[in-house]
């Protein structure tokens, strides 16, 4: 499958975990700061401030929404402490085991997945991003088909939140 593809096969995806005739930012054409990463299933928001700040609202919006935060991983940090060098990462944990442990319900193999997971990545001409596995795409891949509308919501709260870091 060529890179042209999987923009249209991420947004395809959001669209279906949104139901019909939902309308998300996620199911909208990806704006300039707005795009699917080099990996399926995976989207992105280009954050507007620098690496710490973006992490900074990350966690603050989610603490904020009462969504229980679990842990960052600081895996630039990790790779230093092996003496191998990458680019500023650092993975965040949060999420709300109502809505979460339904999807484990359906297919108790999601767990993987579950809690949801945002990386904030600073890419080497100094751009920072907040990248997070699409809904639709997660949906798809355990087969769950009778959780569209805790999908939707997901999908809706993950780009508040991202938008909430990225923004200015």
Same mark, same amino acid.
């Given at each position: ?21 939902? $309308?998300?930012?996620? %199911? &909208? ?8 990463? =080099?990996?399926? /299933? +995976?989207?992105? *928001? ?35 402490? $092996?003496?191998?060098? %990458? &680019? ?8 709300? =085991?109502?809505? /979460? +442990?339904?999807? *484990? ?39 769950? %088909? ?23």
């Amino acid at each position: 499958m060529t890179a042209r593809f999987r923009p249209v096969l991420v947004l395809m995806a959001a669209a279906l975990a949104a139901g019909p005739g939902a $309308a998300t930012a996620q %199911t &909208a054409a990806p704006a300039a700061s707005q795009s699917a990463a =080099p990996a399926t /299933g +995976v989207v992105r *928001l280009k954050s507007a401030n620098n690496f710490d700040e973006t992490l900074v609202r990350l966690k603050a919006d989610v603490q904020a929404k009462g969504i229980r935060f679990f842990d960052t991983i600081d895996q630039s940090g990790l790779g230093a402490q $092996a003496n191998l060098k %990458t &680019a500023r990462s650092t993975l965040v944990l949060f999420g709300n =085991p109502p809505l /979460g +442990v339904q999807f *484990l319900q359906s297919n108790p193999y999601a767990g993987l997945d579950w809690p949801v997971r945002m990386l904030v990545v600073e890419q080497a001409d100094g751009s920072v991003w907040v990248a997070w596995s699409d809904f639709g795409f997660i949906a798809k891949r355990y087969g769950i %088909t009778d959780k569209d509308p805790q999908f939707k919501m997901a999908s809706e709260v993950a780009m508040s939140i991202a938008s909430a870091a990225t923004n200015p």
